[in-house]
């Protein structure tokens, strides 16, 4: 009785710190898409008001009290009750173990890091930033030695993103994608088959652009009622709550690929949180589980359901009339061909299939090197060249197209580029697992019915939040743990087959 008094009382607590949240989450959506450029000293004055309020809240001596009273009141291990605790537990150990004198000093110079990396590339000087990015390193490594970790420092900041991951293990499944992904990447380009992109690049009017991308994502199940689709630069979804997920894409007029399938990824981020158990509104069990779970469903929609010949040879005659009469004389198998091009690139977010990976092995060993001390960020540059020569084989002739492209390092995200790789593997793995409890999944996405997966999606991912750390979720989903083999299984199969690679090369 007298616990689940606490109980109630606790709830009631924390659905104030996440109303806090998804508040400061409105304020952030409206800063990046409508607010006026004059609005930006003010907005960031409310969001820090909104922040410390939420923190002192989350860390409140009542919030303490109320946690350690239900953790030894015994709940039932297995409950969802014992889980919400565990997750604000979770949340108040984080903010209270970094001193406020941190925190403050990480906020500073997140902005001032990010000024000085927009200035570097607008210089195309990384020498503009050198200095910046260092200070950050040494705020990190304190910010990783005052959360605590057993084995490694880096393990405090991975964590904060993909719960319960460790370097250890990232860097032995990092390894195996190293070792095949650029053979697998070398043999494509000795291959003599050339896939031509040409049919994406015909000039696509944004207007008609804006209204396919919007039948698309109501077609795969995502829902207007709770949810919007708008314009930015840089697509994005953020979710104000179980109700109301919105999501943003970009439209470029010279190549159609860049909103079909950034919309159907950020679509897969939303679906998941649309998709979340409606009991866990406002509780600590309202999010994912961990960012490379929530890759994991973006990735999912984008290349598995969205560049498979399965679901072209259903939708292609939409796209065809909706862009008329542009692919009229493109046929399926040209198109097919054309959003799956494999091309090493200098550029992360223009990677295909086969090289993503490797965009992200090499900014998990760079910022392991960083953090440790093995590299200092003055020979970031030259790491990062010689990388991306032996890993992909081209290098970059400015760090523009280098090391400045990414916005992550300069506020601060380190431990976040794992995920990115981490989301492939378990999109191949939770996929695999849908088809083999749907009947005839493929069927169904060819004939444009996409409820057979979003139903075994909400079921077995979706609807828990973060009830399961990652390893756990993906478990009972699969039944198996983390592995790269179904990942580096279908890369070969997809692309051994539309680059014709021999089989005796391709191990099949
Ligand atoms: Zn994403």
Known sequence: MQAQRKYEEFLAEAAVINDLGKAAALLSWDQDTYMPEGGSQGRGHQMATLDSIRHARLTSARMADLLSALEAAELPADGVEAATVREARRAYERATRLPSRLVEELARQ?????????????????????????RMVELKREE???????????????????PGATVAEVRRIFGRLREEQVALLAEIGDSSVKLSDAPLLLGFPPAEQAAYVASLAAAV???????RLDETIHPFAES???NDVRITTRYDHGNLATALFGTLHEVGHALYEQGIDPAFSRTPLAHA????????????WENLVGRSLAFWQGSYPKLQSA?????????????HQAINVAR??????????????????????LETALLDGDLAVKDLPAAWNDRYRDYLGVVPTSDLQGCLQDIHWSVGLFGYFPTYALGNLMSVQLFEAAER????LEGAIRAGDFAPLLSWLRKNVHRHGNRYSPAELLERATGARLDAGPYLDYLRAKFGGLYQLSPARTGA
Not at 110 to 134: I, K, N, Q, T
Not at 289 to 295: D, I, M
């Open 144 to 162: 990783a030695d005052a959360v605590g970790f057993e084995t490694e420092r880096y393990d405090a900041l991975l964590d904060e993103y993909e």
């Open 110 to 134: 997140s902005s001032s890091a990010r000024l000085a990396w927009v200035r570097a590339r607008e210089a195309d000087d990384f020498g503009l930033f050198e200095p910046e990015l260092a």
């Open 289 to 300: 589980a961990g960012l490379g779970v929530h890759e994991s469903q973006s990735r999912l």
């Open 240 to 242: 104000m709550g179980l």
């Open 437 to 440: 409890h749907v009947g005839d």
């Open 344 to 365: 090493p690139s200098l550029v992360r977010i223009e990677a295909d299939e086969v090289s993503y990976n490797l965009h992200i092995l090499v900014r998990f060993e």
């Open 323 to 335: 862009f008329e009469p542009r692919l009229r004389d493109v046929p399926l198998a040209a198109f």
């Open 221 to 227: 199940g995502y829902d207007f009622g709770r949810g």
